[in-house]
Structure formats: C-alpha cells, structure tokens
C-alpha cells in the first residue's frame, strides 16, 4: 500500500532492522543495542493528510516521533513504525492580532518558548517559565510542545502553566478537533491509541489585572519536582477574585486541576487571611505517590503549604497589575 511517505533509512544501530545482532560490533554498543527501539518502519510526511493515514493503519502499530527524547528513551517494544513530525507545517507560535491569544504549533521546541518575545510576555512569562524549568538546555533544543502534552507528565512545569492558563487542544483524529487540554488529558490514551495527532495548543489572552505563578517543590533547584504547581487569578474592579485556576502535579498519575480552591475563591475579596482559610478548606487526596525524592505523606502535608504560596504570589502579581 502506498501512503505517499518517504520512509527514511537510519544510519545507526538505533534502530533494530540495521542492526542485526550476528554482526560483529564494539561490545560496549552491543550490550546497548536490546535497550534501543526496533521500528520497524520511519516515515517521514509531507503533509498531515499523509502522517495520519500513515497513524491510521490498523496492522501497523504506528506512533508520531516528535522530538524523541521520550519516545526513543523510553521506547515502547509494541511500536513497529515511526511518523516523523519535522516537515510538517506545525512548528509556528502565532498571535492572534484580535485578541491577543497565543497559538504554539505541536512541533514548537521547548527553548523556542524560552526565547520567543511573544511568548516571553504572554501571562506573566509563565509559559516561558514552565519551559524552561521543564527540562535541561540539550532536551529543550529537542523536545517539543505536543510531545509534552502527549507525554502528559504530571510533574512538567509547562504541563501544569499551559493547564492554569486553561489551554486547549487542537488535534486531528482524522478530522479537526478541539478540546481543553484537561479533557485532552483524561482521554489521552484513548485518543493517541487511536491515532490522533496533536496539531496546536492555544489560549486566550488573560485579562489585563491578572497575576501568575508557577512554584515547585525539590530537593534541589535543577532536580525534578517533587510537587509542582501553576495559579493564574484575575481581579475584577473591587479588587475582588474574578477567577481562578489552580493546576498541581505530584498527587496522583495525572496533573490536576483543583477545581475546589476555584470554586471557593471566585468572587471572594482576596487577602492572605481569605487564601489562608480557603486552602484550608478544601479536600485533598487521602493517599499520594511515594518516590525515592519523598513520601506520599510529605506530599500531602507540603501540597497546602505550596498551594497558599502559588495564590498569594499569583494575587500580589495580579494587584501590582491592577
Ligand atoms: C535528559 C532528559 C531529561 C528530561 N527531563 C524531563 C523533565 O525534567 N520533565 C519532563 O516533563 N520531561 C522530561 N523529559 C521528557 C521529555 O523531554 C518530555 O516529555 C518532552 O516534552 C517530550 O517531547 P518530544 O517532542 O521529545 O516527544 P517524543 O519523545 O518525540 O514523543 C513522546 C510521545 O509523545 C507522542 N507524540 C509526540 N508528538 C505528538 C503529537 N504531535 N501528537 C500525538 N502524539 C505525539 C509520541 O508518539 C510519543 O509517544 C526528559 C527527557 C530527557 C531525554
């Protein structure tokens, strides 16, 4: 059957079809070569129309290679075939003239979202913050927007920014398809087990009293978070909470949106006293992950102390905008 791809020869032992084991070879790549993937196939479209009959093909076990620094580190034995993101038109950060919205295409890298002016000064810079506390310089050269929302790890500091500032979506499945991205992320595996391609992620302009934060908790600075947490909150005119959203990872498998501070803060005048007594109020997980960075129980009893401090910075920030 013809799909009209390119597929693309790999000149290394990376990939298992040229990489027979009776050959003879150093043997410290021997010992690596079992660990790396075994595509069978890698194709690389010109058009999406191509890479989605290509991630269609029900007899081929067919995923998107974006960036690759998941993908081919932690490559999943049951992929048989590859569709290479990279000629596709889908590496653009667009702003939306009207409304001032921000548009980043699925093949954006993580350090174009560090450097990019327009993205340095939407909200806050947070989505420049998460991206950079995200990864290491080297992966960020690399990694790109939709790998990080298909990856969906609970702890990826753009995750949770893209989260707080209520991002949505796009992708084709083959048709066109928009969804908020913490919908996106409950049906995930479903929908990327179904050959869906992450196009776009994009979010509105927050409005002009509005303050962010992006905090975490680790053992060290550059070490992976062991909580980790964005807040976007607006003022309306009475300097009174006009909305807010909360997302947090660390409890759980997925990244969580705390829809219960939200709730309790909309509407309510803000001082550190009414945070204080919101978080207070609200119900957290009875159990959360152990690792060998922290217990669950830790989680847990650092989880309000991190949520209080993401609100009263996201509100000072707000105030000062006002
Ligand atoms: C040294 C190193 C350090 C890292 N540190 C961190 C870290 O600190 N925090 C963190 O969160 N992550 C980290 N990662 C993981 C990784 O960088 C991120 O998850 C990254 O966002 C993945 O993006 P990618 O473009 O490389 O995806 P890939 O590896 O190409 O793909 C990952 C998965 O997403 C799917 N996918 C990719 N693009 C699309 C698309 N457009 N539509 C549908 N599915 C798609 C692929 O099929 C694959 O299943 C690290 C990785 C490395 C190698």
Avoid at 6 to 33: D, I, K, M, Y
Avoid at 63 to 90: F, I, K, N, S, Y
Avoid at 161 to 172: F, G, K, Q, T
Avoid at 189 to 216: F, S, Y
Wanted: glycine letters at 8%.
């Amino acid at each position: 059957m013809c799909y009209h791809a390119t597929a693309v020869e790999v000149p290394s032992w990376g990939f298992g079809t040229l990489c027979p084991l009776s050959q003879p070879r150093p043997r410290s790549t021997a010992r690596r070569c079992p660990m790396v993937p075994k595509f069978r196939e890698v194709h690389r479209p010109q058009s999406l129309d191509e890479a989605l009959a290509l991630l269609a093909r029900p007899d081929v076990r067919t995923v998107p290679l974006a960036g690759g620094t998941a993908l081919l580190a932690h490559p999943d034995p049951r992929v048989e075939a590859v569709v290479d993101l990279q000629d596709l038109p889908l590496a653009d950060i667009r702003v939306e003239e009207a409304h001032g919205g921000l548009g980043l295409g699925a093949m954006v890298r993580l350090q174009a979202l560090v450097e990019d002016d327009a993205v340095r000064a939407f909200a806050g810079g947070l989505i420049a913050q998460g991206a950079r506390e995200s990864a290491p310089l080297l992966t960020r050269n690399r990694a790109t927007v939709g790998g990080c929302v298909a990856v969906a790890d609970p702890l990826d500091p753009l995750l949770l920014a893209l989260l707080a500032l209520r991002a949505r979506v796009r992708y084709r499945t083959p048709d066109p398809r928009e969804q908020p991205l913490d919908q996106f992320l409950e049906e995930r595996e479903e929908l990327l087990g179904k050959g869906a391609l992450i196009t776009e992620v994009v979010m509105a302009q927050p409005g002009k009293w509005t303050g962010t934060a992006l905090l975490k908790v680790a053992r060290t600075p550059s070490d992976r978070p062991i909580l980790c947490g964005a807040a976007c909150l607006s003022l309306d005119r009475s300097d009174a909470c006009q909305s807010v959203t909360v997302a947090m990872g660390g409890l759980g498998a997925r990244p969580a949106r705390l829809h219960g501070i939200e709730a309790l803060l909309a509407g309510v005048p803000l001082s550190e006293e009414a945070i204080a007594d919101a978080v207070g109020r609200i119900r957290w997980p009875e159990a959360a992950p152990s690792d060998v960075r922290a217990s669950g129980q830790y989680r847990l009893e650092v989880a309000p102390v991190l949520l209080r401090r993401l609100l009263w910075t996201a509100w000072h920030r707000a105030v000062r905008a006002a």
